[in-house]
Nanobody
Framework: QVQLVESGGGLVQAGDSLRLSCTASGRTISGYAMGWFRQAPGKERDFVATISWNGSTTYYGDSVKSRFTISRDNAKNTVYLQMNMLKPEDTALYYC?????????????????WGRGTQVTVSS
């Protein structure tokens, strides 16, 4: 089993930055792609970003490209999401997840371990 715990969320103003962290315990995240997803009230869970098992490849959702950066530190069993130029539409519960695969994926069904999420609220 893998336990994923997200942290770093909060209430910020539009234009601010936040850095989310996701730390795994139980089993390593090495060897697996990791991803960040988000879900706003009444909406489906949306893909945000993914990173390959060794960090060599990243991929982002269209709405966050050029503003968000995903990274990982396998030695610390941790994945990060640096979020800059935040907008009110970024408000959501942010989840990290461990993929079934080594390469990054954008579909929730390609992930088998999920954290409980951290809330990000951006005021205008």
């Amino acid at each position: 089993q893998v336990q994923l715990v997200e942290s770093g969320g909060g209430l910020v103003q539009a234009g601010d930055s936040l850095r989310l962290s996701c730390t795994a315990s139980g089993r390593t995240i090495s060897g697996y792609a990791m991803g960040w997803f988000r879900q706003a009230p009444g909406k489906e869970r949306d893909f945000v970003a993914t990173i390959s098992w060794n960090g060599s490849t990243t991929y982002y959702g269209d709405s966050v490209k050029s503003r968000f950066t995903i990274s990982r530190d396998n030695a610390k069993n941790t994945v990060y999401l640096q979020m800059n130029m935040l907008k009110p539409e970024d408000t959501a519960l942010y989840y990290c997840a461990r993929s079934l695969y080594r390469s990054g994926r954008s579909t929730p069904g390609d992930y088998n371990y999920w954290g409980r999420g951290t809330q990000v609220t951006v005021s205008s």
